[in-house]
């Protein structure tokens, strides 16, 4: 019998996936208690401001509970002991330097950080909600943990650490640049506008110069090179879109923020266009089979972004849009008469190197002309 969370690379009983989540829960426990001791330098000031630390805490002490048994029942069972046992040193350390328990207490505001808090929360909420979408509406059965998981495990892990030097470009970047560009006429009649009008303009413009870069990265070859970092994923799912060279990441922020930053929209609007990007740019990449009907057309679905990650000849340079695929049936950039999924995914010429750090360097070392 397979085992049905992860569509049948486990069987019932090898304790793996009990292992996984074991050392998973309690890793992000020991991450946590660390994130306590020096909260001015592991947290993200944004963030903070929006959870409660005692519900961190409970969360905290749930994991450890649920890591600890995990463990104890693979021990019991006589399967993947050496998982239990990991998980149990990082148990046993957490608890040692103070578990759920550790005071905080005051600490300044403006020092360097990295996000620690982010990455926990935000690896603990996306794989909740997005394993739980992909099983109940799977376009293809694979594994949660299919192939090359960790080396996109480790992009979103430091994509999520240095959130703090992203805002901080981006910001300088957008002031520096096109500062010049603020008007108060043009920031006041933006805010004139119905919510929703302020939410479509932001999204439309965020998404036009979001097109314009992403179709450079594809057109430009010593842009490619960057750009096939993303692309050399060959199983997607949510956590596919988190691969992405770390220039590639900070320059599309950067310019992404620029449109915001010029018109001037509300704060509210500002919140709700964030939510929808970040939920957006991991949904687009997951197992995802849903049908939108004629709202295609308009909007980008998995199914849409999944042709633009295709190795198919029809899909190459196709598909560029991130919220709205109106653009690319506009500019004639949408891959047609493609009413299926694709076969396959990733660079047609492949040798894109695993691991986080091997990724960084690809783009510089490479010499030969990459096929797209
Ligand atoms: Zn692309
Ligand atoms: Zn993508």
């Known amino acids: 019998m397979l085992n049905k969370l992860d569509g049948g690379s486990f069987k019932v009983g090898d304790g793996r996936l009990s292992g996984y989540m074991a050392v998973a829960l309690a890793v992000l426990s020991f991450f946590g208690v660390i994130a306590f001791h020096f909260p001015e330098y592991l947290t993200t ?13 409970h969360v905290m002490f749930v994991a450890l509970v649920i890591s600890g048994s995990l463990g104890l029942w693979n021990i019991i069972r006589n399967v993947n002991k050496r998982a239990a046992v990991i998980a149990w040193c990082f148990i046993s350390v957490t608890i040692a330097l103070g578990g759920h328990r550790v005071e905080v207490g005051d600490f300044p505001d403006n020092t360097p950080y990295l996000g620690l808090d982010w990455f926990i929360l935000d690896l603990l909420g996306s794989t909740l909600i997005f394993v739980l979408i992909e099983k109940l509406f799977p376009f293809r059965k694979q594994p949660v943990l299919r192939p090359e998981w960790q080396t996109d495990l480790q992009h979103f892990l430091i994509n999520h650490l240095i959130i703090g030097f992203a805002l901080i470009a981006g910001n300088q970047f957008v002031n520096v640049f096109f500062g010049w560009a603020v008007s108060d006429a043009i920031q006041s009649s933006v805010q004139q506008l119905p919510w929703l009008g302020q939410l479509f303009l932001v999204l439309l413009m965020a998404d036009l110069v979001q097109y314009t870069l992403h179709r450079a990265y594809h057109e430009v070859p010593f842009l490619w090179r960057f750009h096939s970092v993303h692309h050399s994923v060959e199983s997607m799912d ?49 197992n995802v089979n849903i049908n939108i009907g004629w709202l295609r057309y308009i909007l980008v679905t998995p199914q849409f972004h999944h042709w633009h990650h295709a190795s198919d000849k029809a899909a190459i340079d196709r598909n ?37 750090l091997k990724q960084q360097f690809y783009p510089w070392l490479k010499r030969r002309k990459l096929v797209k």
């Not at 988190?242 to 900070?250: G, P, Y």
């Not at 695929?325 to 999924?341: H, N, P, Q, R």
């Open 45 to 57: 000031p944004q963030l903070r401001q929006s959870y409660d630390v005692n519900v961190i805490r």
């Open 238 to 286: 949510w956590l596919a879109g988190s691969r992405q060279h770390i220039a590639e990441l900070i320059v599309t922020r950067c310019f992404v923020l620029t449109p915001i930053f010029v018109f001037g929209f509300e704060k509210s609007v500002i919140d709700a266009y964030i939510i929808i990007v970040g939920f957006q740019a991991v949904f687009n990449h997951a």
């Open 320 to 356: 560029y849009a991130a919220h709205f695929s109106f653009i690319d049936y506009i500019l004639k950039t949408a891959v047609t008469g493609e009413s299926k999924w694709p076969k396959a995914y990733g660079i047609v010429g492949g040798g894109m190197p695993q691991g986080w």
